[in-house]
């Protein structure tokens, strides 16, 4: 769709070239880097607006920004889900006397007559971030080093649980990897100087902690690498009313209360288009809807937190199977010696953990109901086994929680806000009325 002033959009090219000669013949000025024409492109939210009204709205753009001094096209583009405006006008006016200077920050200029027009019709606006909040454009991704690749190889290695630790060394070998053996163990790959040792690979990675993982006794977690920035059209996030008599009591001022305003305004839009899109006719349904949204979270995070604290009991109970059988021997040479004080005191520590392993079975005795002794150890295999059982229902459910999470905390914002724009609830019917200025319109099973 294509509209134009002053112009005919078939020989715009040719006119706007043509100025320009006008330009130096009454001037007698010719610039080296010429500039033709200047573009401005101005989109709009998906679904709000028609082709239409997306074309006047950008004619009445630029015929606000150049105040009508020059000669410009509108194209508007249907063939995205955001319907969006191409202005094209001609640095040269009209009367072919003067050029168009494009002035420090005119995009800014540009920015608040779109904003405008926009509020003016109804549409959305993009809000303004504080800078800390910005998607930073130039920050690219950092280069993989050596260090990045063995951790990642180790990363790879771990997953394909290993026997044990020499087992694991070996399949750093298969990685390509040279490995020295030793007090410190280092690894060198293809291209590195020199070797990497173990601990210096940061927490995780030391052979401590990689022994405990083989062993069962600890969950490895891989180093969180900077992934590229993905940018999508997702709609604004959902936020609460303000109560600007509140903010005015606090010493706003009339710029403030202007804002937000219009940030209620806009609140209010989000709440009309979350209900549409999630098919609520009446406030009840979106009460119920908020409901079951929560008593979601609420079971997955109940979830979560049983499945840690079996985790840790089933870590700790591998933790006494093999302090028992390695200090069994000892404590059964304790015995014989008659309960020595000497002894003991030779064997203080290995005797602590065959005690604390013994303590640990007699409760596990109790938990079952079962006498002393009575109840059946697992094996380390079978503690392995309902380790990594457990651990995957967790991963499971925890990426189920933190979209769940995201829902609850939607429908309580919509819930609220409608309570605000329906007038439910005496203090919500007060900051309604005195931030907004609107009467309640409807009552708790209304329709919405």
């Given at each position: 769709m294509v509209t134009a002033y002053e112009c005919d959009p078939f020989t715009v090219d040719e006119e706007f070239m043509l100025s320009k000669r006008q330009y130096e013949h009454s001037t007698g000025r010719r610039q080296k880097h010429d500039v033709i024409a200047y573009q401005i492109r101005q989109s709009f939210k998906p679904g709000e607006v028609t082709a239409e009204e997306a074309n006047r709205i950008g004619y009445e753009l630029a015929m606000r920004f150049t105040k009508g001094k020059h000669a410009f096209i509108v194209a508007t583009h249907m063939d995205r889900p955001h319907i969006h405006n191409h202005i094209i006008f001609n640095s040269t006016t009209?009367?072919?006397?003067?050029?168009?200077?494009?002035?420090?920050?005119?995009?800014?200029?540009?920015?608040?007559?779109?904003?405008?027009?926009?509020?003016?019709?109804?549409?959305?606006?993009?809000?303004?971030?504080?800078?800390?909040?910005?998607?930073?454009?130039?920050?690219?991704?950092?280069?993989?080093?050596?260090?990045?690749?063995?951790?990642?190889?180790?990363?790879?290695?771990?997953?394909?649980?290993?026997?044990?630790?020499?087992?694991?060394?070996?399949?750093?070998?298969?990685?390509?990897?040279?490995?020295?053996?030793?007090?410190?163990?280092?690894?060198?790959?293809?291209?590195?100087?020199?070797?990497?040792?173990?601990?210096?690979?940061?927490?995780?990675?030391?052979?401590?902690?990689?022994?405990?993982?083989?062993?069962?006794?600890?969950?490895?977690?891989?180093?969180?690498?900077?992934?590229?920035?993905?940018?999508?059209?997702?709609?604004?996030?959902l936020q609460l009313l303000i109560d600007i008599e509140a903010k005015r009591a606090q010493g706003k001022g009339g710029g403030y209360v202007r804002w937000a305003k219009s940030f209620n305004l806009q609140q209010m839009a989000e709440v009309v288009c979350f209900v549409k899109e999630h098919g609520i006719g009446t406030y009840d349904e979106l009460v119920e809807k908020a409901d079951v949204a929560t008593a979601r979270f609420n079971e997955?995070?109940?979830?979560?937190?049983?499945?840690?604290?079996?985790?840790?009991?089933?870590?700790?109970?591998?933790?006494?199977?093999?302090?028992?059988?390695?200090?069994?021997?000892?404590?059964?040479?304790?015995?014989?010696?008659?309960?020595?004080?000497?002894?003991?005191?030779?064997?203080?520590?290995?005797?602590?953990?065959?005690?604390?392993?013994?303590?640990?079975?007699?409760?596990?005795?109790?938990?079952?109901?079962?006498?002393?002794?009575?109840?059946?150890?697992?094996?380390?295999?079978?503690?392995?086994?309902?380790?990594?059982?457990?651990l995957s229902g967790k991963k499971v459910a925890y990426a189920e929680y933190r979209e769940a999470r995201k829902q609850m905390q939607d429908y309580l914002i919509a819930r609220k806000n409608v309570e605000a724009i329906l007038g439910v609830g005496q203090e919500n019917m007060g900051m309604f009325k005195r931030g907004l200025g609107i009467s309640p319109t409807g009552k708790r099973s209304g329709s919405l």
């Open positions: 009209l009367d072919g006397s003067r050029k168009f200077k494009n002035f420090y920050l005119s995009y800014l200029a540009i920015q608040k007559i779109s904003d405008r027009l926009c509020v003016q019709h109804g549409l959305s606006i993009i809000e303004p971030k504080p800078y800390s909040e910005r998607e930073k454009w130039t920050d690219y991704p950092k280069n993989p080093s050596f260090r990045d690749g063995i951790c990642e190889a180790i990363d790879a290695i771990l997953q394909q649980k290993p026997e044990d630790f020499e087992a694991f060394l070996r399949m750093l070998e298969e990685y390509g990897y040279e490995v020295k053996r030793g007090k410190n163990i280092a690894l060198k790959g293809k291209g590195q100087q020199r070797f990497i040792r173990l601990r210096s690979l940061g927490e995780g990675y030391s052979e401590e902690e990689i022994r405990d993982v083989i062993a069962g006794a600890r969950e490895h977690q891989p180093k969180r690498r900077r992934k590229e920035k993905q940018f999508s059209a997702t709609l604004p996030k997955l995070s109940d979830s979560i937190k049983s499945a840690e604290k079996r985790l840790a009991k089933i870590a700790a109970l591998k933790k006494h199977i093999i302090n028992y059988s390695r200090t069994r021997e000892t404590y059964a040479a304790y015995k014989k010696s008659g309960y020595s004080q000497k002894f003991l005191a030779e064997h203080r520590e290995e005797i602590g953990l065959h005690k604390a392993a013994k303590a640990a079975f007699n409760q596990l005795d109790r938990a079952g109901g079962q006498g002393k002794g009575k109840a059946k150890i697992p094996t380390i295999r079978q503690l392995n086994q309902e380790y990594a059982q457990v």
